[in-house]
């Protein structure tokens, strides 16, 4: 954004009267100032609302009939400077507002987690459909879980089940404990703080999931802006991307129940993965609502192709 004077600020937060206004104004903002969207909305327009609406207190899903409302004087200004914050400093909006929205629920978030977004969320919704019988789920494992997103909404999806969430991070753990006290899971969300399967009880679980950090250094280096305001620990993944998945798929037989699934976001580095496995039978799922790069793999797959990644690394 240019550098305004305070005249010109004031004429802009003058000339601005409604709800409305501010939302239409923030998005051609941000429009005109390229800021880049990837962390759960897809249009100026929707970034702007989440912002705007967030500073006044109201709902995301606020009746229309109320957009044509008059803001206070206090409230115009606040509501400037948090779309300002956005375009000079590059944060994503969910750091502004503190919030985001997972499968359908509302989380917690600052900079010591990524931001929500995996297209995972659409497949909790489905309970893993046609996959697993969700009457026979009784232990999940999330590996890498940040805020605990997936961890809570599996929770959600899978009322007769415990989830168990892996951390490395302490600052994360820290996000996630304020998700699992937020949602009340404490009696079925339990928190783990390990290097991947280290600390993890021995016991055989019907769904692993993760999203673990699979960037390579060389994608790092050239995100926006906005993804180098998330932590670097929740991106690099060496320097295929691929380090901690490849653990992952190593390991995550041992703690897999007989008719288990593991289901792993790789993101970009998926071609990276199907060409270092080439014989390895990875089940690449489809969204309806976008997102790529997420696959499935059963505990009989793991146990029968174990050796093609046991050596690797």
Known sequence: MAIMTKSSEQDVIDSLISIRDFIRWGASE????????????????DEAAAIVLHALHQPYQLADNYLDCRLTAEEKQHVFELIHKRIVERKPSAYITHEAVFAGLSFYVDERVLV????????IEQRFEPWVDESEVYNILDMCTGSACIAIACAYAFQEATVDAVELSEAAAEVARINI???????RVFLYESDLFSAV?????????????YVSLAEWESLPAEYHSEPEMGFKGGESGLDLVI????????????????VVEVGSSAETLQQMFPEVPFYWLDFERGGDGVFLLTAEQ????????????
């Open 201 to 213: 009880p021995e016991k055989p679980y019907d769904i692993i999931v993760s999203n673990p950090p």
């Open 116 to 123: 929500p977004r995996s297209p995972i969320a659409e497949l």
């Open 181 to 187: 006290t937020r949602h009340e899971l404490e009696d």
């Open 30 to 45: 941000f429009s005109k100032q390229a800021v880049f969207l990837g962390h759960g909305t897809e249009t100026p327009l």
């Open 247 to 262: 653990k992952i798929l190593r390991q995550a037989r041992h703690y897999l129940a007989e008719k288990g699934i593991l």
């Open 302 to 313: 793991l146990e029968k192709y174990h050796s093609h990644f046991k050596n690797t690394l």
